[in-house]
């Protein structure tokens, strides 16, 4: 289970009473720079981080800051899934390396059709091929957070936690990481999807 779907499930679990987390803004992708933006221009924007910690990718030490909001009460997808909604930031050396948002938010869910991913072919699919396909990407990455040293990746990342009666709850996330070479032609394509 990656950072961010960790961060979205807990977040949720979180809410089953009420409120959990801090209100806050998405910082749209648009604003955000890998590479040049730092640690201390996204607090700035964000204010601080609802969580910080350390990961380790590509042996390189990356530092993840996430912002995290769920309302049992929201409106979300549907009327079993908990509205809740989590931003998260990677820096290496205090650079952005990576951003992903997900949201079960009915106005800017991140749900997408992972079965549209097979359409998508390596060493052919344009950068445009794949957002026609899946739609606006939910954040993305460069190295560490992905193998390829040049290029970029779109992520996409979508997670719920469910009411499944009085006493439980099911979870469900999934993610795909779409990289790109230099050309903006896909080179990789990694998925990772979990229900319990």
């Known amino acids: ?11 949720a679990a979180a ?9 806050f803004k998405r ?29 380790l990718k590509n042996n390189k030490q990356v530092t993840t800051a996430s912002y995290s909001y769920a309302e049992a009460g929201g409106k979300s997808v549907s009327d079993e899934v908990i509205a ?43 950068k445009e091929e794949v957002i026609a396909l899946l739609g606006k990407p939910s954040g993305y990455y460069r190295y560490p957070m992905i193998d390829a040293a040049t290029g970029e990746a779109l992520v996409y990342v979508y997670a719920q936690v469910a009411k499944k009666g009085l006493m439980s709850i099911g979870i469900s996330n999934k993610e795909a990481v779409i990289t790109l070479d230099e050309r903006g032609v896909v080179s990789d394509v990694k998925f ?3 229900s319990q």
Not at 15 to 23: N, R
């Open 1 to 11: 289970m990656t950072t961010i779907v960790k961060a979205v499930l807990l977040i």
């Open 15 to 23: 809410a089953l009473a009420g409120c959990a987390g801090t209100q």
């Open 27 to 55: 910082a749209e992708p648009e604003t955000l720079q890998n590479g040049e933006t730092t640690y201390a221009q996204v607090v700035q924007r964000m204010g601080e981080p609802r969580s910080r910690g350390q990961v």
């Open 84 to 126: 809740s909604k989590t931003q998260m930031f990677f820096f290496a050396d205090e650079r952005l390396v990576g951003h992903a948002f997900a949201s079960t938010w009915a106005e800017d869910h991140t749900r997408f059709d992972d079965t549209k991913l097979s359409q998508i072919a390596k060493g052919r699919t344009t």
């Open 192 to 194: 990772e999807s979990t």
